[in-house]
């Protein structure tokens, strides 16, 4: 398996595209994968594409995807992928008030 | 006086300057000694010095003055606190002027220098100070410190600004070098280098004063107390993103322990954790934990205080506390799962998410409904008796907390028409109530999807069972005007036909039953053969009732032409039984013994294929069963899968348990469609192996889904128990079962069944004790009444099996299970194992057992003309 390739379980994440992408965009976007993963060469990628591809084109796969898929075994660090982790400059302000303290 | 000395030197060490300055002043003017006035210096040192501490730098020094003028001698004593003074007045020149001069002797400088070390910490004001010349290194050093600090905490600096030549390695600034390249390092995230500079700096210096908060913000320091200053800074400059990263693998550690008092510590650290982070993470981050702690049964309230308060209750929320009680997959979490979905309806459809009567809305109406399905109907009274007991009038308006599946299906058909949701909608319908619920909702599916056939069969078949024959044969032509070659409408035409026909035959109307069989004749046919002989039979029975001997002889041998001997014998006494006409029309007799065994085996599968898809039960004699049993166990076996699992059927009909045993045997034996035989074993299986029962059932089942099947696994589901419903079956229990019941080729005989060993893995009822659960992984309420240690009973002494009552009880409880069907057998077992008591379980299935009481219109017609049992042909 290809360490790039993004979690089954976010068919969006498996063929790139944004949750708000039409059919036409879906389409596309599969046909790409599929060109970059074809069944032959990564069968194992190409299968995931593919489901991915059978959830998102079936509009009812698609809405039973968006209401229940909920990883709830998900860490909750995984809530915080994405979020500001730098270590912010406060100025000498708060470092002097320390250092007049004692 | 050396006790009242030592007195003074114990209240200086314990802080108690005014005292020590009180008893000491006392002491010098009865001693008057210079002991005494060491003393006495001593205490004030100790006074001056708490006063500046306080902050009275005023006061401190007025009082210095006195001092130093009511005791000359001891002003070099004294020099220390005019520093003091002159660092916390910000005039920095008397205390660093002498260090101008360069014969200033060695101690003198070391003291000043310590002095700076330890107490200067405005680097402008010793860089500006007047006293030294601006190219004085105390200076330079102190104006380079002061430009890099201000930089470093403002912004990423280069290593240039950090090289410091200024500041030697013997200044005594030199801690604040390394203070500046600790804060630079800090920023770059190089966590090493950080504290290497960080031990570079003296333990007595100010900069040390920073060490704590550093070791804080790089969250190698938790839970520690800081001051209002040192939090600060920690909030300004910490790291946030990794503090909150920490707590948050410690909360998550501390689920796992499923200890209350360590969630709850490590929710609360989280929680001040989190402080720092945007409204959204925070609120997301609440929202998760709030779920995970309802999962482990904590304490709401208690929950929501570590938590600051309850989670914001949108939509998010809601679909995972929702998910997360479905998941559980107990019956009153399953109820709450249900209440929780419709409060997310209303919330999303609020907040955007979808639309009322949209394509999601029918998904998620759809889910509700089938989950309302699976909720004991006690607990579902339960949960309306409290909702009207609540409900706050004019509150909730018509909408009830616990809808009815009925109106869930209602609104899933509305907004999403599809074939599924009609089909599980009237599948309901057909088991919730009388036949106007599953008639009615036949009709919405036939208003919204008219080219559906299904509605149209259903209520062709719902019509003949009421005798309804007229509509139904209308309900069938506009089948057949939408698809005169589906299958199934060919099924169904020909069930429909034949019923009429037995039933005019009850009735004696022959002419009536000779029409209806040429209309029979015109259905086409699946197997060649099939439709010409159950005309032929039927027009056996008419030429019996008329009576007309010759075509009596023309039809028997038509008839035993086209199916043989042993078919027809079947198809013969299979419409008796059906029709009822045993007593005016006996069947010809049939000799078995000169009959081959594989010839009464392919002859016995002709009737049940036919028997099987006209809906007619074949019902296979006792005394076959021998010759039955041999002809399966002849090698190379004449019969297909299909065949073998309708001569199983019948066998299951005909109360032939070892014959269907060995059928499920014999195409366990070939390794295809295994689900359908497992099946097959699981109802043939005598009551008192329910493990194995359960342990088929669930295997099939899991094939079944492998394959597809779902209308398989809807019955394999009818057949377990609520409690096997949504167990897993791991990949290797599975093999492990196929394998077994493989090589159990011979029906279980009670006296020396033994359990196979998956049964092992498979506990029919699993124990509810809060043990068992936290071993399979289940969530364990805190506040069980399991928890209680002292048991109310000991299994042993209350509930002794060698007791005669019981043996005898057991005894009779066996021969009537014996007697009962298989299947309402297995029913009274399960009633008697979940908890009831063994007679009303027996009478409760013998009620089953008679016919229903009649409405008074039915019991006009009826006393018009006997009505037949009809619905057992579909």
Request: glycine share 6%; net charge negative; proline share 7%.
């Amino acid at each position: 398996m290809n360490p790039e390739t993004p979690p089954a379980s976010d068919p969006y994440a498996v063929l790139g595209i944004s949750r708000n992408a039409d059919d036409d965009q879906t389409r596309a976007a599969y046909v790409a994968k599929v060109k970059q993963f074809p069944p032959d060469r990564s069968p194992a990628e190409f299968e995931l594409v593919r489901d991915a591809y059978d959830v998102l084109r079936d509009r009812r796969r698609r809405a039973q995807h968006t209401l229940f898929s909920v990883d709830l075994e998900a860490p909750l660090q995984s809530l915080l992928e994405g979020t500001d982790n730098d270590r912010r400059f406060a100025g000498p302000g708060p470092w002097l008030a320390v250092l007049k303290e004692k | 006086m050396p006790e009242e000395s030592e007195r003074v030197r114990e209240l200086i060490a314990g802080r108690h300057s005014k005292a020590a300055l009180q008893l000491a002043k006392d002491l010098f003017k009865r001693c008057g000694s210079a002991e005494s006035e060491a003393l006495l210096v001593c205490a004030y040192k100790a006074r001056i010095d708490d006063l500046l501490k306080l902050g009275l730098s005023v006061e401190a020094k007025a009082l210095l003055g006195i001092v130093r003028d009511r005791f000359p001698a001891a002003a070099a004593r004294l020099e220390e606190l005019d520093r003091e003074i002159y660092a916390i007045e910000g005039r920095l020149e008397g205390l660093v002027g002498p260090l101008r001069d360069a014969n200033l002797p060695a101690e003198d400088r070391d003291r000043i220098e310590t002095f700076i070390r330890q107490r200067i910490y405005d680097l402008p004001a010793l860089a500006g100070v007047s006293s030294l010349p601006p190219e004085h290194p105390l200076r330079e050093a102190a104006s380079a410190l002061a430009s890099a600090f201000q930089a470093v905490t403002q912004g990423p600096v280069d290593d240039a600004l950090l090289a410091l030549p200024e500041v030697s390695r013997r200044s005594p600034l030199a801690s604040w070098k390394a203070l500046v390249r600790a804060i630079a390092s800090y920023h770059r995230r190089e966590d090493e280098e950080c504290r290497k500079w960080l031990q570079a700096i003296a333990d007595d210096s100010v900069p040390a004063r920073l060490i704590p908060s550093f070791t804080a913000m790089m969250g190698t320091r938790n839970g520690a107390k800081f001051s209002p200053a040192e939090q600060m800074l920690i909030a300004a400059a910490g790291d946030a993103g990794a503090a909150l990263c920490s707590a948050v693998k410690a909360l998550e550690e501390a689920f796992k322990t499923r200890k209350q008092g360590p969630i709850l510590d490590a929710m609360r650290t989280a929680l001040a954790a989190m402080r720092h982070t945007d409204n959204a993470t925070r609120e997301r981050l609440r929202q998760h934990i709030a779920v995970r702690a309802t999962t482990q049964h904590l304490n709401s309230s208690t929950v929501y205080a570590a938590l600051g308060g309850q989670p914001r209750l949108d939509a998010y929320y809601l679909r995972l506390l929702a998910r997360a009680l479905e998941e559980q997959r107990l019956a009153e979490s399953t109820a709450e799962a249900a209440i929780v979905w419709e409060d997310f309806r209303r919330q999303a459809i609020k907040e955007n998410w979808f639309t009322a009567d949209g394509l999601e809305d029918g998904v998620l109406s759809l889910h509700v409904a089938q989950l309302m399905e699976k909720i004991p109907p006690e607990i579902v009274a339960e949960i309306r008796e409290e909702e009207r007991f609540y409900r706050t009038p004019g509150k909730r308006g018509h909408e009830e907390v616990l809808p009815s599946p009925g109106r869930l299906y209602e609104r899933a058909c509305k907004a999403d028409p599809s074939f599924e949701a009609f089909q599980m909608w009237l599948s309901w319908a057909k088991k919730a109530g009388p036949w106007q619920v599953a008639d009615n909702v036949a009709e919405s599916w036939r208003k919204a999807r008219p080219k559906d056939i299904q509605p149209l069969l259903y209520l062709m078949e719902s019509e003949e069972k009421r005798s309804a024959y007229k509509k139904s044969l209308k309900h069938l032509e506009e089948a057949e005007e939408l698809d005169r070659l589906n299958p199934e409408v060919r099924r169904a035409k020909l069930r429909l036909l034949l019923a009429a026909a037995i039933r005019h035959l009850r009735q004696g109307k022959t002419h009536l039953a000779k029409a209806g069989i040429e209309q029979l004749e015109s259905v086409p046919e699946v197997r060649p053969g099939e439709v010409a002989a159950l005309a032929a039979a039927l027009r056996w029975y008419c030429a019996a009732l008329d009576p007309d001997p010759a075509d009596l002889l023309r039809q028997e041998a038509n008839l035993k032409r086209t199916l043989g001997d042993v078919a027809a014998y079947l198809l013969l006494a299979a419409l008796a039984k059906e029709g009822d006409l045993g007593v005016k029309a006996t069947p010809p007799l049939l000799q078995v013994s000169p009959i081959a065994a594989a010839e009464l085996l392919t002859g016995t599968v002709k009737a049940c294929v036919l028997g099987q898809w006209a809906g007619l039960p074949i019902l296979l004699p006792r005394s076959w069963n021998n010759p039955l049993l041999a002809a399966l166990k002849l090698p190379r076996g004449p019969l297909d899968e299909a065949q073998m699992l309708a001569l199983g059927e019948a066998a299951l009909d005909s109360g032939s348990a070892e014959l269907a045993y060995a059928v499920s045997t014999a195409g366990l034996a070939r390794g295809t469609a295994n689900a359908r035989f497992l099946f097959l074993r699981a109802r043939c299986l005598p009551q008192w192996a329910a493990l194995r029962h359960d342990g088929c059932c669930l295997a099939a089942l899991e094939l079944a889904r492998r394959e597809r099947d779902t209308d398989l696994a809807g019955k394999i589901l009818d057949q377990l128990g609520e409690d096997q419903r949504g167990r897993p079956l791991p990949p290797e229990l599975l093999s492990q079962i196929l394998e077994e019941e493989q090589e159990l080729k011979e029906i279980p005989v009670y006296q020396r069944y033994r359990e196979p060993k998956y049964a092992a893995e498979l506990e029919s009822s699993p124990c509810d004790c809060p043990k068992c659960r936290a071993r399979r992984g289940e969530p364990v309420d805190a506040s069980d009444p399991w928890n209680d240690d002292e048991d109310d009973f000991d299994d042993e002494d209350d509930f002794d099996q060698t007791e005669p009552g019981f043996a005898d009880l057991m005894n009779r409880l066996e021969r009537i299970l014996g007697k009962l069907p298989p299947e309402l057998a297995q029913q009274v077992t399960r009633a008697i194992t979940a908890g009831e008591d063994p007679v009303t379980a027996v009478n409760k299935v013998i009620d089953k057992l008679r016919p229903e009481r009649a409405s008074s219109s039915q019991k006009t017609k009826a006393a018009k003309a006997p009505l037949p049992v009809q619905g057992s042909l579909f």
